[in-house]
């Protein structure tokens, strides 16, 4: 292979990574801001959250094909595995740093909020079901579960709890771009 075809490989990669990293940051961003500015209760409402956690899924798959359209039909195992991973670790980073900006800085006590708003959805529970979380978490009252919920959401609000956050969220994304790759790749023919 020639050094111009590589580094015509490279630029449609970065164009490819940087592209939809943005996007799937943008939902990201997006959803934050909006739940923010509109409505709380959308941080912990599950169909919203499921929803950002498919586009977050399905557009890297969208980046496969991109680059694949880029590259004349073609992408390698590891070409088809970059162009998935590439823009989900730039969306992890821009939307950490979103995040660190969004709980640290421009409003601390909104995990605090978050926290108490998980715990009021766990409050629609049935009695038996709330008992047996009391019971699994080694709590003895509500007030209790209400103060560990509060904290929880604090602790993943901070530095750490964001690294680990978004370190879950890489493995997981690994685990999804290899059967991605395997199912997306599709190689020159060796002679034409």
């Known amino acids: 292979m020639s ?3 590589k580094n015509i490989m490279n630029e449609n990669m970065k164009k490819t990574a940087l592209n939809f990293g943005l996007i799937i940051s943008a939902v990201g961003i997006l959803f ?3 739940a923010y500015v509109i409505d709380e209760k959308l941080f912990v409402n599950p ?3 499921i929803l950002v956690l498919v586009l977050s899924v399905v557009l890297p798959f969208f980046a496969i094909r991109s680059y694949k ?3 004349n039909g073609f992408a390698s195992f590891r070409e088809a595995f ?3 991973i590439l823009p989900v670790i730039l969306s992890l980073f821009v939307n950490f740093l979103f995040n660190m900006l969004l709980h640290n800085v421009i409003d601390s006590d909104l995990s605090a909020r978050q926290g108490a708003m998980a715990f009021e959805g766990m409050m629609d529970m049935p009695d038996e079901q709330l008992e047996a979380t009391l019971s699994i978490m ?3 009252s509500m007030d209790e579960l209400e103060s560990e919920m509060i904290k929880k959401t604090k602790e993943g609000a901070s530095v750490v ?3 680990k956050s978004s370190a879950t969220g890489f493995i997981f994304f690994c685990f999804i771009g290899l059967i991605a790759a395997a199912v997306s790749k599709k190689n020159p023919p060796e002679f034409e």
């Open 3 to 5: 050094n111009n075809k």
């Open 32 to 34: 934050s801001l909006t």
């Open 47 to 49: 169909i919203a959250t």
């Open 69 to 71: 359209k880029l590259n």
């Open 82 to 84: 970059s162009a998935f």
């Open 138 to 140: 080694g709590l003895e």
């Open 161 to 163: 709890g964001s690294l």
